[in-house]
Nanobody
Framework: VQLQASGGGLVQAGGSLRLSCAASGRTFGSYAMGWFRQAAGKEREFVSGISWSGVITYYADSVKGRFTISRDNGKNTVYLQMNSLKPEDTAVYYC??????????????????WGQGTQVTVSS
């Protein structure tokens, strides 16, 4: 599985961005996907996950109500809509595939493949 994340950039606090992650190499609709982020000097942390069908979604408490994960299995793409961005959302965002589960996990070790990351910078 190959994952290509895009959509990052520089935005002011309160603004919005939409990240995309295009997948290839295996039937996209058969596995769960997740988004993680890693700020400078910190460990990579879970942001959001989505089941293979898109019906079940999970969010970290820090982004709940502001971020929305979705997927389009016809386009082999998962999205992360980020609204009301805060400076503390600044990080490199990574998409990941969990091939062994139909429902996304919250821990890094559950994921099998990772995208290259896309930088999100939120200015105050």
């Amino acid at each position: 599985v190959q994952l290509q994340a895009s959509g990052g950039g520089l935005v002011q606090a309160g603004g919005s961005l939409r990240l995309s992650c295009a997948a290839s190499g295996r039937t996209f609709g058969s596995y769960a996907m997740g988004w993680f982020r890693q700020a400078a000097g910190k460990e990579r942390e879970f942001v959001s996950g989505i089941s293979w069908s898109g019906v079940i979604t999970y969010y970290a408490d820090s982004v709940k109500g502001r971020f929305t994960i979705s997927r389009d299995n016809g386009k082999n793409t998962v999205y992360l809509q980020m609204n009301s961005l805060k400076p503390e959302d600044t990080a490199v965002y990574y998409c990941a595939a969990d091939l062994d589960s139909s429902v996304a996990g919250r821990t890094r070790s559950q994921y099998d493949y990772w995208g290259q990351g896309t930088q999100v910078t939120v200015s105050s």
